[in-house]
């Protein structure tokens, strides 16, 4: 059954999630992300994009100014600024008061987002690659999204165990910085520096990594993935019935928080996996 956790918003909104899960709706403005880059990366697109989300039911939009697709170039501070803010001002200025997430792995991008009306902190770093990180959701009391991302694993690395270290660490970055610990939200990062058996084994052991951290929620984020592609043979814009199936897995293991591109699709499977699980 799903562990349950309230977050406070510096809105003052209330976020919960449990039984219900959160869909967590991507916006890349970006020109080069691995399935939809170059299609929001206007104002305009990414506010469009952003009313649909709202309009299917999004709990939680995810704005992110820089690709993390391997072989992806980096930006600038600048350049990644000069993408997201304008997008956030867009979202806010339309009256929109849907749950904002920075997807970034700079301090001064979520400092700058948070400033300008986002939320939720989304480092894709696990608050491990600068320590900065953690002062600034510490700073604005945000609830913080600490993904899974060991460059060094190999296809010999013992999953579980390794990831539990690795989320140990986080969070004693976390207590040290002042970060109240039920603000963290751990992510295993699928498609990070991993097998494709591996990625299976995560979500098959989802139920494992919970029961080390029950007070803590989990997110999941396959959505179009090559974990996907590379069972079914096809490309991103053809993976809706495989991510449809690994977040009703990912759910039915405990999962509160589904990072998707496909909204409704998603939130309708979910509806069935909590009805099937909890009753209609």
Not at 61 to 74: F, K, L, V, Y
Not at 90 to 100: D, E, L, N, V
């Amino acid at each position: 059954m799903h562990t349950h956790h309230a977050y406070t918003l510096r809105s003052g909104q209330k976020l919960i999630a449990g039984p219900r899960a959160l869909v967590m709706g991507i916006l890349n403005v970006t020109p080069d992300s691995f399935s939809d880059g170059g299609t929001h990366d206007s104002v305009e697109t990414a506010l469009a994009h952003a009313q649909a989300m709202v309009a299917e039911g999004v709990d939680i939009i995810d704005i992110g100014g820089e690709s993390t697709r391997p072989g992806h170039a980096p930006v600038s501070v600048q350049e990644e600024l000069d993408r997201v803010i304008p997008a956030i001002d867009a979202i806010r200025a339309a009256g929109i008061t849907t749950p904002i997430s920075i997807d970034t792995m700079k301090p001064l991008v979520a400092d700058q987002a948070i400033q300008a009306g986002a939320d939720i902190i989304n480092d894709v770093n696990g608050l491990q690659a600068d320590p900065y990180m953690a002062d600034v959701a510490t700073l604005y009391g945000v609830p913080t999204i600490a993904m899974h991302w060991d460059r060094n694993w190999t296809a010999e690395t013992d999953v579980i165990p390794a990831m539990i270290a690795f989320f140990n660490q986080t969070v004693k970055i976390a207590s040290d910085a002042g970060l109240a610990r039920e603000n963290l939200i751990l992510d295993p990062g699928l498609g990070f520096s991993k097998t494709l058996n591996q990625n299976y084994s995560i979500l098959r052991q989802l139920p494992e990594l919970i029961r080390a951290f029950p007070d803590l929620a989990t997110l999941v984020g396959t959505s179009r993935k090559s974990m996907i592609g590379k069972v079914l043979r096809n490309e991103p814009s053809e993976r809706l019935a495989g991510t449809l199936a690994t977040t009703v897995a990912g759910y039915e293991r405990g999962g509160h928080i589904f990072r998707v591109h496909d909204v409704r699709a998603n939130s309708d499977a979910l509806r069935i996996a909590q009805a099937t699980l909890y009753g209609p």
